[in-house]
Structures are given as structure tokens and as C-alpha cells.
Nanobody, 126 residues
Framework: QLQLVESGGGLVQPGGSLRLSCAAS????????IGWFRQAPGKEREGVSS????????KYADSVKGRFTISRDNVKNMVYLQMNSLKPEDTAVYYC???????????????????WGKGTLVTVSS
């Protein structure tokens, strides 16, 4: 069964950085388009960023542009979300999700991804 596992969350001060990782179990991650999503307490889940299978094309939510960077290592079978200049409003559970799309396809950030991890908590607080 296709499983995604996020890691790298934790407590960080405002202005700090974290790198989240998304690993695959039971399948090859580079066969899927990957998205990062987050859900803050009391709020709806929102798309943060996504990356094509090729790794060439990416998309970001306006709220994280210039601060977050999505990347993938298809040799290591990993996808990353580098988060810099973190703000308290970035506090949320972060999820990675996968969809089998075309090689250079990057879906809208509200795309209904079929496969999800269980999430990792990021808390930005002083």
C-alpha cells in the first residue's frame, strides 16, 4: 500500500528555519507529483506548495512565496520543504500528498490529491 511519511517538524522561534521531509513506503516517490499542505488549528487545510515529477516545475501559495522552497531528490526518493523566515501564522500540521500526474504537471494547490501522509507538527513561537 502506498504510504507517505513526513518528518522534520518541531518548535522553532519566529524567523527561524525548518526543513520538512517526505518519504515513501511501498512505492517510488519519483513516479508521483507531490504537494505540501497544512492545517492550522481551527482552520481549513490549505495547499502550500507542489512539485512536478520532473522537479522542474513548482507552485507556491502567496503566503509562503520567497520563504519556502520545495525540492525533490528522485535518487533518494525524497521530497523536501525548506521553510525559512518562519512566522507564528505558519504554525500548523504539515502534510505531504501524492498524485499520479504527467511528468511536468503541477496541479492547482487545491487539487484533490489521493494519497496522504499523517502529518508533522510545526510550531512557530517564542
Amino acid at each position: 500500500q502506498l504510504q507517505l511519511v513526513e518528518s522534520g517538524g518541531g518548535l522553532v522561534q519566529p524567523g527561524g528555519s525548518l526543513r520538512l521531509s517526505c518519504a515513501a513506503s511501498g512505492f517510488t516517490l519519483n513516479a508521483y507529483t507531490i504537494g505540501w499542505f497544512r492545517q492550522a488549528p481551527g482552520k481549513e487545510r490549505e495547499g502550500v506548495s507542489s512539485i512536478s515529477k520532473s522537479g522542474i516545475y513548482t507552485k507556491y501559495a502567496d503566503s509562503v512565496k520567497g520563504r519556502f522552497t520545495i525540492s525533490r531528490d528522485n535518487v533518494k526518493n525524497m521530497v523536501y520543504l525548506q521553510m525559512n523566515s518562519l512566522k507564528p501564522e505558519d504554525t500548523a500540521v504539515y502534510y505531504c500528498a501524492a498524485a499520479a500526474l504527467a511528468w511536468n504537471s503541477v496541479p492547482p494547490l487545491d487539487y484533490a490529491m489521493p494519497y496522504w501522509g499523517k502529518g508533522t507538527l510545526v510550531t512557530v513561537s517564542s
